[in-house]
């Protein structure tokens, strides 16, 4: 358990040069320790609540250390709901002696994520949004950050806690029935909170979807496979733009998985090239080809390369039997030969044609259903598919089964959503939650 009353502070932005750096000092010694390490420019100038003042950082001898600007937030309208100040100085080693002069003053080091912690215990955001400001500031792409930002703005958490009032009422009703079994009659109430349950559930399959928080944490992945001279590295540097992958009219060329992330409409995803599939005797080009074979097995979306030049081969035909519905079918080298197997999309690396379309086709792919207001955590959707556990065993439940087991099912569905808020969980999953963010936030 972390203290909550000392005052602590940190350098809320990133480390390395910049233009300007803040150092953030939250807790009940804020305004004091500012009021000895910052002197406004205008002697009868003092911090009022978001009023931005401009001064100089003083050293405990009164000499300048830094020109700066500094702001105070009163408790409880702060990030943290206690006072803050913050002093934005130039960025550099002058945020760090500013820092080190406050924790001279009194304030302790912050640790990781330590202020997100108080807006937390103080009550000012709950569990899930404080992960949201965590995915924010490490979103990987402008969708994961424009998905964090719904979350901080409680999109999902408002429909979580819906379900949770559901899932009371069904435990209100069981109890009822059981405190008066002349008035309330069982088979109503068990229709009743199956149809609820129900009602739940449904709206928790809607909200939890794996690959989608996956994808907005981690980004897509997107592999491109084919066998051999088809001409998929090509492709992949077409699709960045640059070179980055070694291109010969050698089959066999590329020997191991190559990947680079490029940003398709926003969204993060990472390309792979692999090794062209096909049976080889050479050791090295054996291992190429599994590894390729496994990237394919775990892509978001498999983009299969086949030449239009030339006839499909038992090798093509062998790779497109596996497909599925990740996949996207190009036939490259339209520029030599227009060839669409009846199915493919025809572009060529060499000209550029099709990329564009390309790229869209494997944008649509990954990003299907981004608008929704889904959770956007994996440790969140792990808490709605144990609460979806219990809620199927619910429902699955003969008629004439006892209420008092519907009641544990649904007492364990609304634990597990509680989790989610952070209503009920463990100290450790708190800590473990907080030890991700950096210090300074
Ligand atoms: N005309 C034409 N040639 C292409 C095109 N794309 C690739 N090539 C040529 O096809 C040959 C093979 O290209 P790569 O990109 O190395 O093919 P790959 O599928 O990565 O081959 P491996 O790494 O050996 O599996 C090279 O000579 C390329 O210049 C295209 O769109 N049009
Ligand atoms: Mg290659």
Redesign the pocket.
């Known amino acids: 358990m972390r203290n909550n009353r000392d005052t602590i502070a940190a350098i809320a932005t990133p480390n390395g040069e910049g233009g300007i750096a803040i150092v953030r000092i939250s807790g009940p010694e804020a305004l004091p320790i500012a009021e000895r390490i910052f002197r406004p420019s205008q002697k009868s100038a003092a911090f009022e609540h978001g009023r931005m003042l401009y001064g100089y950082a003083v050293d405990a001898d009164g000499s300048e250390l830094d020109e700066v600007m500094a702001v105070y937030f009163q408790a409880p309208r702060s990030y943290t709901r206690q006072d803050v100040c913050e002093i934005h100085t130039h960025g550099g080693v002058s945020s760090a002696l500013v820092l080190e002069r406050a924790v001279k003053e009194g304030a302790r080091p912050a640790e990781r994520g330590e202020f997100t912690y108080r807006a937390f215990i103080n009550g000012r955001i709950d569990l899930s949004r404080a992960e949201a400001v965590m995915e924010l500031v490490s979103a990987s792409g402008e969708k994961s950050a424009r998905a964090s930002v719904r979350q901080l703005k409680n999109g999902a958490s408002v429909r979580i806690e819906k379900c949770r009032e559901k899932l009371k009422d069904i435990v209100t009703l069981i109890d009822a029935a059981a405190d008066f079994p002349e008035e309330i009659d069982e088979d109503v109430t068990f229709e009743r909170v199956r149809s609820l349950a129900g009602e739940v559930l449904q709206e928790l399959q809607k909200l939890a979807d794996k690959r989608y928080a996956r994808i907005m944490n981690k980004g897509a992945r997107a592999v491109i496979a084919?066998?051999?001279?088809?001409?998929?590295?090509?492709?992949m540097n077409a699709l960045l733009a640059f070179e980055r992958?070694?291109?010969?009219?050698?089959?066999?060329?590329?020997r191991d998985t190559v990947s680079e992330s490029v940003s398709i409409s926003g969204l993060e995803i990472t390309l792979t090239?692999t090794?062209?599939i096909r049976d080889t005797s050479d050791p090295v080009e054996h291992i190429g080809v599994k590894r390729a074979e496994e990237s394919v097995e775990s892509a978001d979306c498999v983009i299969l390369?086949l030449d239009a030049?030339e006839d499909l081969t038992d090798e093509d035909r062998k790779l497109l039997a596996q497909r599925d519905e990740r996949y996207i079918l190009v036939a490259?080298?339209?520029?030599?030969k227009r060839e669409d197997f009846g199915m493919c999309l025809c572009?060529?690396?060499?000209?550029g044609e099709g990329i564009g379309e390309l790229s869209r086709r494997i944008y649509d792919m990954v990003s299907a259903g981004e608008d929704d207001e889904k959770l956007l955590t994996l440790r969140h959707v792990e808490c709605a598919e144990r609460a979806m556990k219990a809620l199927e065993r619910l429902m699955s439940a003969p008629e004439g089964t006892y209420l008092d087991l519907l009641r544990d099912d649904a007492t364990q569905a609304l634990l597990c959503l509680g989790e989610i808020s952070g209503e009920n969980v463990s100290e450790s999953v708190i800590d473990g939650i907080f030890e991700r963010f950096c210090v300074g936030k």
């Open positions: 084919g066998r051999p001279n088809v001409g998929k590295s090509s492709l992958s070694i291109v010969t009219d050698i089959p066999g060329t590329t090239d090794a062209g390369v030049s490259n080298k339209a520029d030599v572009v060529s690396a060499r000209t």
